[in-house]
Nanobody, 124 residues
Framework: QVQLVESGGGLVQDGDSLRLSCAGS??????IGWFRQAPGKEREFVAA????????YYSDSVQDRFTISRDNAKNTVYLLMNTVKPEDTAVYYC???????????????????WGQGTQVTVSS
């Protein structure tokens, strides 16, 4: 069983930067993703990282603004959010695919383990 805990959310202004962290209870599975869910909307893919961090994937809406990275020694994955916009306001979740799965998938339903989420609010 993998336990994930997100942190780093908060209230920021349009154009600011913010770094979210996702700490695992032990060695993190191969594929970790970040998702977000705004009020009244479905949960959407934000970014994912596989393996030692060489392979990263982003949604079009955050490409070139957000950076996902991982520190396996600390069992932690990060999401650096630059130039945030009001439309980035959401609860952000990190999630892990099964420990034996090495393929990244953007579908939230394929992720087995989830954190409790951290709220990010961007004011205009």
């Amino acid at each position: 069983q993998v336990q994930l805990v997100e942190s780093g959310g908060g209230l920021v202004q349009d154009g600011d930067s913010l770094r979210l962290s996702c700490a695992g209870s032990g060695q993190l599975p191969y594929v970790i993703g970040w998702f977000r869910q705004a009020p009244g909307k479905e949960r959407e893919f934000v970014a994912a990282i596989a393996g030692s961090g060489g392979n990263t994937y982003y949604s079009d809406s955050v490409q070139d603004r957000f950076t996902i990275s991982r520190d396996n020694a600390k069992n932690t994955v990060y999401l650096l959010m630059n130039t945030v916009k009001p439309e980035d306001t959401a609860v952000y979740y990190c999630a892990a695919r099964g420990s034996r799965i090495t393929v990244v998938n953007r579908n939230a339903r394929t992720y087995a383990f989830w954190g409790q989420g951290t709220q990010v609010t961007v004011s205009s």
